[in-house]
RNA sequence: GGAGGGGUGCCGGAGUGGUUAAUCGGAGCAGUCUGUAAAACUGCCGCCCGUUGGGCUGCGUAGGUUCGAAUCCUACCCCCUCCA
């Protein structure tokens, strides 16, 4: 039974809260809540699917609580288990504080950064002993360790699980007791995690922490969850454009989750998208505009969302050309009154637009590649300063002969 | 210390002497279509060139056998599992 008064904190985007009652419990005490979230400075961008858990915790601040974010530099080198098993490399210091940099930069576009408290976990583990290190796997068993579905199926399938990799619980479950945080946040891939958080915390005498589960957002390729190393991603730095043209590629089926999971839209509404989708009433391109939109305007405005806006509709939905075309210099070999013979492969190159002279065939024959909206066959063409060349379906260079 | 398994293109994963630039799946790219950069369908997907063709490089590394090797041999490097 969700207490009303925390309604859509509690229900909205979350997936899973342990204990409820005991969170409803904090809630209520009035008390200035510790919310402890983690991460790992080794892949430094921040994507629409953490931003579900970053709302959250917004959410928390503004009834007053406080955020914790504890910067993973140790963690960081042993990188997260969860799910495949490639060894990093070692990142240097370096890399590491600038990667925690980018990362911060971002996290407060959306968490208060007034409201939060910061915390390395070099502070604790710059100075940690063997000592300290065996009195903390002590606490702990391997087969508490297997329980974990991920090192379970590695083990039972004879896959290999790294010590280190074994420890990385417990480092995570270590920061929740410096930190004596009294939530911690993370997606539903947290749960193992966070839990093992509680015990430790209750074997060194503290109150166990609750643990707070946002669901996973699926990403652009709407099957899988999103990742940056899946490439289905959509980084909250992206320019405006890029960001509006991801979120209308993903599949209709994803738009009311992503609506539920990252925008300010009211649940009425949603439920009316929901309606309108099931009975087939509204076309799901323009939901996934108005989608387009409010995330746009999340992270850059609304200018920048009305302007890439237009230009969806402008490039993409009638075919025209784009307001801002780069302006590329090409050599020609011949003159003859305004035209100009012109090889275009070495700018396309020079510039990466095209990878190889291979791949650039490969466009040709496919008709890729329009010069003022007229398919090329050859490389070798005949243009006018201030040409149109439209590489594929997304990239244009506006030709400045030399 | 012993026994065994394995290293293939962006990823996964076939292939155990020639017809293999390497089956297949995913990702990516392009085209068609469409109500979208959805879906669906088709094609491409190492590099280079004179491109219905030709050349080069390529299956952990280095050699070797052979007319011919990802496939066989030798050495080396790396990874994993099991027993102790």
């Not at 969170?23 to 008390?31: F, M, N, P, V, Y």
């Not at 302006?327 to 637009?353: C, M, N, R, S, W």
């Not at 066959?377 to 005949?382: A, K, M, Q």
Request: hydrophobic residues 35%.
């Amino acid at each position: 039974m969700t207490n009303l008064k925390f309604g859509p904190l509690l229900k909205r985007g979350v997936e899973e809260i342990v204990v409820e009652q005991e969170l409803i419990k904090l809630l209520e005490s009035g008390r200035r809540l510790r919310l402890k979230q983690g991460f790992d400075p080794s892949s430094p961008d921040i994507h629409l699917g953490h931003i579900v858990g970053l709302r959250k915790l917004r959410q928390f601040q503004e009834l007053g609580h406080k955020v914790i974010l504890v910067v993973g530099d140790w963690t960081a080198r042993i990188g997260d288990p969860s799910g495949q098993s490639a060894t990093r490399p070692m990142l240097s210091p370096q890399e590491v504080e600038a990667n925690a940099q980018t990362y911060m930069k971002q996290f407060f576009k959306v968490v208060d950064k007034g409201k939060t408290e910061l915390r390395w976990q070099s502070e604790w583990y710059g100075q940690f002993t063997l000592d300290e290190v065996i009195k903390l796997t002590s606490k702990f068993t391997i087969a508490q360790l297997l329980a974990r579905e991920d090192f379970n199926k590695r083990y039972s399938s004879g896959n290999p699980i790294s010590l280190t990799e074994l420890l990385y619980p417990l480092l995570q479950s270590y920061d929740s007791v410096v930190v004596k945080a009294d939530v911690e946040f993370g997606g539903t891939d947290q749960k193992f995690n966070c839990l093992l958080g509680r015990e430790l915390q209750q074997s060194m005498g503290q109150p166990s922490q609750q643990v707070f589960l946002v669901p996973l957002l699926i990403g652009t390729d709407g099957s899988q969850k999103m990742s940056k190393s899946l490439d289905n991603h959509i980084g909250i730095d992206e320019p405006p454009q890029e960001m509006y043209g991801k979120v209308m590629s993903i599949p209709d089926h994803l738009i009311t989750d992503y609506f539920e999971l990252v925008t300010d839209v009211s649940d009425e509404e949603i439920v009316a998208f929901k309606e309108q989708l099931n009975t087939r009433s509204v076309n799901p391109m323009n939901l996934k505009k108005r989608l387009a939109y409010e995330i746009v305007t999340q992270f850059h405005g609304n200018q920048a969302a009305v302007k890439a806006e237009r230009h969806f509709t402008k490039v993409f939905q009638q075919g025209e050309i784009p307001e801002d075309i780069p302006k590329y210099t090409f050599t020609a070999k011949h003159a003859q009154d305004e035209l100009y013979e012109v090889d275009i492969a070495p700018t396309l190159l020079q510039k990466g637009l095209v990878k190889s002279n291979s791949e650039l065939k490969r466009l040709l024959a496919q008709g890729a590649i329009e010069l003022n909206g007229k398919k090329l066959s050859s490389n070798i063409t005949v243009a006018q300063d201030g040409d149109i060349l439209r590489i594929g379906k997304r990239c244009f260079v506006r030709i400045a002969i030399k």
